[in-house]
């Protein structure tokens, strides 16, 4: 984990920063593998420093990295009182993640630091280590996705038809809690019929009935892990027109997952998949980008999108998403969860993807 923050502090040059102020929890639990809910470090060549109060004393004594010192903010003091008695003296450029300070953050901090401590913008420094897995980061993305798939092929066993979405959705959760996820990663997604043409559907109180599409989107959350998978399954036939769409989402999903591999832009991937859908006639019910990245969070760095200017690099973590959404008909949407590897992808999502109709 130390050298987690040895690499951060190799983009500083560049940033234009010296010390880099980390206040996105996420990112503080990735830097120093604190996983309480009020923290903030503050890394520098020299410095290692984390901050929190009271409450996670204990909890940061066991799980931050013994290369940071810990402090512990007296009770009325908020942590960023104490940013400034932290820093090293003399001139200093101070990095703030500007994706996550908030203008009042951004005032409390100038208002208590010396004048010769400049605050210097910086976005996504720490996501863009994020972004490449590290072995047992994989590893993690792997067993919660595993864990979510062996919920969703138990539930496939079960009858579908008269249940209702929120049933199944509680179903899928509870599951993936007794076999030991932490939490869901994201609201379930459970959407027939029409309603599945909201790419993100609440579950309703309404019961499948015989010929509704179902889209399923889950994922559970495993050792601070996410993972991410969509299937669109038939409860019964679907009729001829469901089915050639969901061929053509097939298609495309199969063309994008083809089109992964380090090196490739998010743009082009997204392009690949996108170019089937459009060909047939349906570019416009395909409205969201191809795909993320997923880690400590559901949705990260990379994007495969129309306007992703990110590059894939080999052992990023990617989902590949492709939908057709028809209003007041049906919406299809098929995601696998990969690893960029150098001439290709692994794929971790295990679940088949043929059409399956259920009862
Ligand atoms: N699984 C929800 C999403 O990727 O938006
Ligand atoms: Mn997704």
């Known amino acids: 984990m130390s050298d987690r923050a040895e690499r951060l502090t190799e983009l500083f040059a560049e940033a234009g920063i010296d010390v880099l102020l980390v206040t996105d929890l996420v990112n503080v639990r990735y830097l120093t593998g604190y996983s309480g809910s009020n ?5 520098g060549p020299q410095l290692r420093m984390f901050i929190s109060d009271f409450r996670y004393q204990e909890q940061a004594a066991e ?27 003399g001139e200093l450029r101070l990095g703030f993640e500007a994706d996550h300070v908030s203008v009042n953050q951004h005032q409390c901090l100038r208002a208590q630091l010396r004048d010769d401590v400049d605050l210097v913008s910086t976005s996504r420094l720490v996501e863009t ?39 199944l959705a509680l179903a899928l959760e509870n599951d993936m809690r007794q076999r030991g996820a932490e939490r869901v990663s994201f609201e379930t997604i459970v959407a027939a019929g029409a309603h599945g043409a909201l790419p993100h559907a609440q579950p309703r109180d309404v019961e499948i009935r ?18 991410d998978c969509t299937r669109t399954i038939a409860a019964g036939d679907p009729g001829t027109d469901a089915r050639d769409v969901y061929e053509l ?13 380090s090196g ?3 743009k082009d991937v997204d392009g690949v998949a996108r170019e089937m859908i459009a060909a047939s006639g349906y570019a416009e019910h395909f409205g969201h980008g191809l795909g993320h990245g997923v880690g400590l969070e559901v949705h990260e760095r990379p994007t495969l999108s129309t306007r992703s200017d990110d590059e894939l690099q080999a ?15 049906f919406g299809i949407r098929i995601e696998d969860l990969v690893v960029v590897t150098d001439d290709g992808c692994e ?4 679940v088949p993807k043929q059409l399956v109709v259920v009862d």
């Open 129 to 167: 280590l994020r972004a490449v897995k590290e072995p047992d980061e994989v590893a993690r993305i792997k067993a919660a996705s595993a864990l979510a798939d062996a919920a969703f092929e138990r539930l496939l066993r079960e009858r579908i038809v008269g249940r209702t979405e929120r049933q």
């Open 264 to 266: 490739r832009g998010g």
């Open 347 to 350: 794929i971790l999502t295990s």
């Open 315 to 329: 052992s990023n973590v990617v989902t590949v998403e492709p939908g057709v959404y028809l209003p007041r008909q």
């Open 63 to 89: 799980e931050v990295d013994d290369s940071f010192a810990r402090r512990i903010a007296p009770a009325p003091q908020g942590l960023l009182d104490l940013v400034g008695e932290a820093l090293p003296a």
């Open 249 to 261: 989402v097939l298609e495309s999903q199969l063309a994008g997952l083809q089109a992964v591999r």
């Open 39 to 43: 923290g903030l470090a503050l890394i």
């Open 210 to 227: 015989e010929g509704d599409l179902v889209v399923f989107d889950w994922g559970t959350e495993l050792d601070g892990y996410c993972s």
